[in-house]
């Protein structure tokens, strides 16, 4: 009792100093009384009312203007019950320090995306990692944290805490400290950012199981096609696998997974990838098609080939549900309503409320006795499609990745041909795929690699800016920040050094000269090449 006595008047006292701080300031005087009378009938934050107190002290005091202020009164008020107030304190502390560094601008900007990104953020930890990675970035960046501040929620979306907190370090390290390359790393305008970012703490991923996924190709489809391992692209939004020419590309890394999931979503992966070069036997062509219809298409595509595959080989399930995680919500949007209806033409026991998928779910099991068909791919995608367009709900073929993570890019099933006036949307939905490069030999005709399948896939993306040079060797290197071994990672260049353009005399004293015997010079031992003056 005597505790709790103490721990009220501290409550009190506390209050009475913030009062006085913010005297003369009455608009945000007032909305912090009422906030902290409405925390003060909430038992769980009740007994922090002194420490809350300190925090809002810091806020006001960093000078970081009445929007940061407010936003924490906001993201006060409507804390969840089952989140511990130490986690928002943590915020609160957190965003003062950016502020700090940064500006109240980037402050306000951060404590919007931390709010965001809270149900990412599972635990203490997990939080607290992000936020000392933001204060070191606001530190020692401070114009480029606010370019990771606004991709944060797009970032956490395919990796944890410890990735992103990895990233960033690394970000720091790699830029040598030129606010220039700091900008374009935490902007992810250069390949270096996407490719730390995506391999996080795992590594190569595909390197470690590139020899378990071709058995395990040839145990279930007897295939043994060639893989090849995709560079990360230079954007946040997660490669897919690709099948192309008789070859299986893979990520280098599946961003998010790790450990014992990581080798679960290859296998996946690797499965899936079979199950189209088994039962996938036709190209579609693409047509007048938009990129909302082709992308049905191809997810129908999808269902129909594990279908069989099941038929054939019922323990797969296991291995493909679990990727599986959609689930109900009350806002309807095209890509959330589909990666619903792949759950639901899987998954027996998966129930949904939409009209529009239930719909799928019964013309797709309607056809059951010709899923050995591909024509009625085409034939429920377009239907879908055309309920899709009715609802009038948006789908930005930008953005679009095929969910869940294990399926590949559905590129191989199309057929694009030559479309000068093809709608730029549909061109759209391959923008972060990979695909087949057309070349043209040395008699000027174009030869496709399909006609090659030696050839190495090669990405949209472009790749690492390198200096002139010939690649002769790649090394692993260890890093000691993130506390794993990246392969690859060195790469040694074998170039020609430039000429001077200018002969290379040296003053030479003529006394000295003749007091001096002359060297013997072997001419085969010469570093450079002669240079006529």
Known sequence: MAGAQISSLENVRSGRRLAALLRGHDDIGAAVQATRAALERRPELAGRLAIWDVVVRGLFEANLGEAVVLGFLRL?????????????????????????????????????ELSKVLPRLGNAEELSAVLAALCQLADAGPESVGLAINRLEQLLSHAGAEDFSAWVSAGLRASGGRAARRRAYFALDDALSARLFALGRTGDDFARLEK???????????????????????????????????????????????????DQIYLAAV??????????TERFPVGRLKALQIALVSLIEDARVEALALREMPGLRRLWLPFHTAAPSGQATAAGLMVRLA???????????DAWVA?????????????????????IGGLLGNDIGQMRLQFNARSYIVEPAYRDDNLALWDFGDQPDAPA??????????????REDASGQSTDDA????????????????????????????????????????????????????????????????????????????PCRPHRA
Do not use: C
């Open 271 to 280: 499965a899936h990838a079979g199950a189209h070069l088994v039962h996938s």
């Open 425 to 438: 949307e549909t061109i759209e939905l391959a923008v972060d795929s990979v695909r087949i490069e057309r």
């Open 212 to 262: 378990r996924l071709a058995a395990t190709m040839v145990a279930l489809w007897n295939r043994k096609p060639r893989f090849r391992k995709l560079a990360i692209a230079p954007t946040p939004v997660p490669r897919r696998t690709s099948l192309a020419a008789g070859l299986v590309g893979l990520p280098e890394t599946f961003a998010g997974f790790d450990g014992q999931r990581a």
């Open 343 to 353: 759950r639901a033409l899987i998954d027996p026991d998966y129930q949904d409320p």
């Open 76 to 112: 006060s008020e409507h804390w969840p019950a089952q989140r511990s107030v130490h986690d928002l304190l943590a915020i609160g502390r957190g965003v003062a320090d950016i502020g700090r560094g940064a500006g109240s601008r980037i402050a306000h900007a951060a404590l919007t």
């Open 359 to 379: 719909k799928g779910r019964a013309l797709f099991a309607a056809t059951s006795d010709r899923w050995t068909e591909p024509a009625i791919s085409r034939e």
């Open 451 to 526: 006609a090659r399948p030696d050839e190495t896939l090669r990405a949209r993306a472009s790749a690492v800016a390198l200096p002139d040079g010939l690649p002769v060797a790649t090394y692993p290197e260890w890093d000691y920040a993130a506390g794993t071994e990246r392969m690859d990672w060195t790469t040694v260049l074998e170039a020609d050094a430039a000429p001077s353009g200018k002969p290379f005399d040296l003053p030479i004293d003529s006394d000295a000269m003749r007091r001096t015997r002359p060297l013997a010079i072997d001419r085969r031992s010469r």
